[in-house]
């Protein structure tokens, strides 16, 4: 017995040693030792095979083998299992010196940048910024800026109208109204906001953003509406950009006039964006109409007054080289990541 015990003792010692830190392997020696059909298991069972006078010191003898198997076995185990924990934490460190991955952060919508920017040039020049309904009623929209029921420039625009008789706003000129009806002048404002027209196509939108400017005093005159125009789009553009007005009709302002400024793709000389003419078309502008005025009640005899709107889309688009209008709608973050410019 007890040479088989030495045996079975150096075996398993060699098995041990070469299942190094592998748990797995470990866990397999162990069955095959202490496991219910394990070899030391099975000497148990062969005690009842001696004689009785051998069976105490055969017994004790298996029971010491037995323990210390056992003994290095859990050593075995735990040593491997803190050297795999070891091993995976290598596997994991963090290596504090990469640069950390930047979260992407959005960024104000192309027309946002633009009005935002419009606006600075306002404020440098001292106008209030205003705000207005977008849901308008026909007063507002239409009849205080001299369009009568009957009148054909209501044909012009294509207009939404709401159940209750009100509309969406064709323009921002009702904003004018709105604040000659709370204030006297002198008044120097701007109103920036959207508007709504029944249109769609590369150049025009359902919905779309509109600036409306409004100059009311004593003698003010046409070359005071010039002298703005130039001074914002020089503050916009910069000083090397050239302006003309052209005669425009508009029923609220009497004259009218449309602006164009030289195209900034070209210089001037004539290109595919300007169709050839050297000029880009901004928006409408003239002086305010006596009838308007006598609308809000303000003496057209004691004051004057201009007005222009611009449409920030096309500004917008102008500004970012974009061709189709319709792209500023539909919010594809692919197209807006392209105007990354923070807030
Ligand atoms: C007007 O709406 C006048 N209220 C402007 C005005 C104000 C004239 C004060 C005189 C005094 P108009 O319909 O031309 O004018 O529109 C002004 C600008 O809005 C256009 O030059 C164009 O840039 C833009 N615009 C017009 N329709 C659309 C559309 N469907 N989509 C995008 N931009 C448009």
């Not at 009568?148 to 969406?168: E, K």
């Amino acid at each position: 017995m007890q040479s088989t015990l030495q045996k079975i003792e150096r075996e398993f010692e060699a098995a041990l040693a070469s299942a190094g830190a592998d748990p797995k392997v470990v866990d397999e020696v162990r069955v095959r030792y202490l496991g219910r059909k394990g070899e030391i298991t099975g000497l148990m069972k062969q005690l009842r095979e001696l004689p009785k006078d051998q069976r105490k010191e055969a017994g004790q003898a298996i029971n010491r083998l037995k323990r210390s198997v056992q003994e290095r076995l859990e050593n075995a185990i735990a040593a491997a299992s803190s050297a795999q924990r070891d091993a995976a934490l290598a596997g994991e460190r963090a290596d504090v010196t990469l640069p950390p991955l930047r979260p992407w952060a959005g960024s104000l919508h192309p027309v946002t940048q633009t009005r935002r920017e419009l606006e600075r040039v306002f404020r440098d020049l001292g106008f209030t910024i205003e705000d207005g309904p977008e849901v308008e009623d026909d007063f507002h929209n239409f009849q205080a800026l001299n369009m009568p029921p009957d009148h054909p420039a209501r044909d012009a625009t294509d207009t939404f109208y709401l159940a209750d008789g009100n509309v969406l706003r064709t323009h921002t000129s009702p904003v004018q109204i709105r604040t000659m009806e709370t204030r006297r002048p002198p008044i120097k404002m701007i109103c920036p906001g959207r508007v709504y027209r029944r249109d769609l196509d590369a150049t025009h939108l359902p919905m779309f953003h509109q600036l409306e400017a409004l100059v009311v005093g004593e003698a003010v005159s046409m070359a005071d509406l010039k002298g703005t125009l130039e001074a914002l789009w020089t503050g916009f553009y910069g000083a090397e950009i050239r302006m003309r007005l052209r005669p425009g009709y508009f029923p609220f302002v009497e004259p009218g006039c449309e602006y164009d400024i030289s195209c900034r793709v070209c210089g001037g000389d004539g290109c595919r964006v300007c169709k050839r003419s050297g000029w880009i078309e901004l928006g409408g502008a003239g002086m305010v109409h006596p009838a308007v005025f006598e609308a809000v009640g303000i003496d057209p005899q004691r004051y004057s007054g201009f007005a222009f709107g611009l449409g920030i889309d096309r500004i917008a688009m102008m500004r970012h080289g974009i061709d189709d209008l319709r792209l500023l709608m539909e919010n594809d973050v692919r197209f807006l990541r392209q105007f990354p410019e923070q807030p």
